[in-house]
Nanobody, 125 residues
Framework: QVHLVESGGGLVQAGGSLRLSCTAS?????????MGWFRQAPGKEREFVAA????????VYTDSVKGRFSISRDNVKNTVNLQMNSLRPEDTAVYYC?????????????????WGQGTQVTVSS
């Protein structure tokens, strides 16, 4: 059983930055799995944000965050990070880390079988 814990959320003004982290346990439990970040805003469905393959060499982003967000991973530390810059009020949501069933999960949430509890990101205007 894989356990994912997100951290780094908070309140930030528009234009600011946050760095989300996701730590998986037990150690190395997700080293061979793709990882992803999703978010859910109040009253909206969960949506894809970013994904990275098991090696970290391949990434994909939803259009609204391209050029502003960056996903990375450290398989030694068993962490996946989401660097979020130039934040906008519409980025406000609960952000979830997820581990894919395979080496690359892509944009579909059905490809992910482990999920964290989420961390709140609030961007004020």
């Amino acid at each position: 059983q894989v356990h994912l814990v997100e951290s780094g959320g908070g309140l930030v003004q528009a234009g600011g930055s946050l760095r989300l982290s996701c730590t998986a346990s037990p150690p190395r439990s997700t080293s061979n799995n793709g990882m992803g970040w999703f978010r859910q805003a109040p009253g909206k469905e969960r949506e894809f944000v970013a994904a990275i393959n098991w090696k970290g060499g391949s990434t994909v982003y939803t259009d609204s965050v391209k050029g502003r967000f960056s996903i990375s991973r450290d398989n030694v530390k068993n962490t996946v990070n989401l660097q979020m810059n130039s934040l906008r009020p519409e980025d406000t949501a609960v952000y979830y880390c997820a581990a894919a069933r395979s080496a690359y999960g892509g944009i579909q949430d059905m490809n992910y079988n482990y999920w964290g509890q989420g961390t709140q990101v609030t961007v004020s205007s």
